[in-house]
């Protein structure tokens, strides 16, 4: 980072005094145009500067998204489905949908009674 700032400030410099001499003779309206193009070009690398430093931040952060990823304990398909099954079978009294509800007033599913307007 540090040596691409000194390589900015380096052309910057090397840009500027190449202009001078080659707007020795010109009007000052003129000069001052090469001075917004030098400034322009300046900001731009700052802009680019920015999106360097935003590309590494979301690179770090996809890295750390994958090291977390890697250090999941893996498991065969054939013994988390072995798990599933029995996780299934032991908790199949409590599920509603299979056993149904014990009373219609329980059920969240039920029809709702009409409501009557007098």
Known sequence: MCSFFVYKYKITYFYSVYKEKQTAGRSPEVKKLEEIRIASFAGSSKIYMDMVASNLQQQRA?????????AIKRMQVSASVKEIIKYITEHEQDDCLLVGFSSQRVNPFREKTPCSVL
């Open 62 to 70: 996809i890295t750390e998204q994958f090291r977390r990823e890697a």
